[in-house]
C-alpha cells in the first residue's frame, strides 16, 4: 500500500495521492445527496457518512479515503449543541467561566465510529481518520479565545477529547489519523509553544496508529512540528517541499497550492512535475494540496493531477 508506505518511509512505487477535502462539494455525487438530506444528517448518519467518504475513491482512484466528518462533529460529545448553517455553529460557547460544567457525552462518538466501521469495510485502499487541532477546534467552540492557565487547561481538556475521538475511530478500523490545526498559524512563537504544540504532542503521544499533523504556516514550523515526532507533517505552498525536505527527515506530504487546480490542464500537468522531479524517488513522500480542495474544484483538473502523479517516468 503506497499510502502506508510512504508513512513508514519505505515507498518505492510512485508516489501515493490524495487530497484533503477530498470528499465534498466539487463532487457532483456529493451535491446529490446533500440536496437531499442536511450537512447534519450526511456526518452524522454512519451510512451517509460512509457513503460519502467512499465517492472520491470510486471516482478517482485516490490512494487513501478520508473518514468524511468534521472537526466540529466532537462538540456533541464535549457537551455543546452543533447545527450547521453556513459553517458549524457552536452553542453555548465557552468561556473561562463555563467550560468546566460542560457535561461530556461519549456517546455521541458513536456515530462517527459507526461510519468509520462502515467505510472500512467497503475500501480497498487505507482510510484516515481525523480530529482538529485543539486550538483550532476552540477557535469555532468559544467566541474569543482567551489566554493563560485556564485557557491552557481548556486546551488540554479538548486534546483529551480528541484523543477519545481518535481511539473510537482506531477500533474501528482506521490505518492512520490526520490533526487538522488549520488555525494555529494565528498564534505568535510563544502562543504556539503553548496552545498549539503542546496539546498536538499529547494526541501524538497517546495515539497507537501513524498521526499526520496539518496546519496552515507548517512549512515555516516544519522543524518544531518535526520534534514532536508524528508520523508525517502536512506541508502547506510557502516554500518548495525540496526546502523543508533538507530540513526534516519525516515524511512529508503536499504542497500544491488548492488554486492550481483552476489553471489550464497543461499548467496543472507542468506545476505537479515540478513537484514530482523535486522529491524523485523520496521514499516518505505523499502528494496532496497545501490545504482543502475548493467547492468548484473541476474534475477534470484533479484526474489530471492524479494522472501526472500515476505516469512512470523514463530513470
Ligand atoms: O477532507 C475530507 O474530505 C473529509 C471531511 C472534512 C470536512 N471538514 C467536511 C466538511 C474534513 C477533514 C474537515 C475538516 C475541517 N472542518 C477543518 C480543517 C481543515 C481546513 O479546512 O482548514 C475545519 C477548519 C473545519 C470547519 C468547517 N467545516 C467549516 C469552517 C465549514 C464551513 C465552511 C466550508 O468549508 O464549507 C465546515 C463544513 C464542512 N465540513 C463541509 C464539508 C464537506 C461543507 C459541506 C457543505 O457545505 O456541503
Known amino acids: 500500500m503506497r499510502f502506508l508506505d510512504a508513512l513508514n518511509g519505505s ?99 458513536d456515530p462517527i465510529a459507526e461510519a468509520a466501521f462502515l467505510a472500512k469495510t467497503q475500501l480497498d485502499v487505507p482510510l484516515i481518520g481525523f480530529c482538529g487541532g485543539p486550538f483550532t477546534i476552540a477557535t469555532y467552540f468559544t467566541e474569543k479565545t482567551w489566554r493563560g492557565d485556564d485557557f491552557a487547561a481548556f486546551l488540554d481538556w479538548i486534546a483529551d477529547m480528541c484523543i477519545l475521538s481518535l481511539q473510537r475511530q482506531i477500533e474501528a478500523g482506521v490505518d492512520a489519523v490526520q490533526v487538522f490545526d488549520s488555525w494555529a498559524n494565528l498564534l505568535s512563537d510563544e502562543e504556539f509553544e503553548k496552545y498549539s504544540l503542546k496539546p498536538l504532542k499529547k494526541i501524538v503521544d497517546s495515539v497507537n496508529k501513524p498521526v499526520i499533523l496539518f496546519m496552515r504556516g507548517s512549512a515555516k514550523r516544519a522543524k518544531l512540528l518535526a520534534a514532536l515526532k508524528p508520523a508525517a507533517i502536512s506541508i502547506d505552498w510557502e516554500k518548495p517541499l525540496l526546502e523543508v ?31 514530482l522531479d523535486s522529491m524523485k524517488g523520496d521514499p516518505a513522500f505523499i502528494v496532496n494540496l497545501g490545504h482543502g480542495v475548493k467547492p468548484n474544484t473541476p474534475l477534470e483538473a484533479v484526474e489530471a493531477l492524479i494522472a501526472e502523479v500515476r505516469k512512470k517516468t523514463r530513470t
Open 245 to 275: 525536505r533538507q530540513q526534516v527527515k519525516c515524511p512529508l506530504q503536499g504542497n500544491l497550492n488548492p488554486d492550481l487546480l483552476f489553471a489550464p490542464i497543461e499548467e496543472i500537468r507542468s506545476e505537479a512535475r515540478l513537484l
Open 11 to 109: 515507498n518505492r512505487d510512485v508516489p501515493p495521492v490524495w487530497l484533503m477535502r477530498q470528499a465534498g462539494r466539487y463532487l457532483p455525487e456529493y451535491q446529490a445527496l446533500r440536496s437531499r438530506y442536511s450537512l447534519r444528517e450526511l456526518f452524522f448518519t454512519p451510512k451517509l457518512a460512509a457513503q460519502v467518504t467512499l465517492q472520491p475513491i470510486a471516482r478517482f482512484g485516490f490512494d487513501a479515503a478520508i473518514l468524511f466528518s468534521d472537526i466540529t462533529a466532537i462538540a456533541p460529545a464535549m457537551g455543546f449543541s452543533l447545527q450547521f448553517d453556513e459553517g458549524p455553529k457552536v452553542w453555548p460557547l465557552a468561556t473561562p467561566d463555563n467550560w468546566r460544567s460542560l457535561k461530556q457525552d461519549l456517546g455521541a462518538l
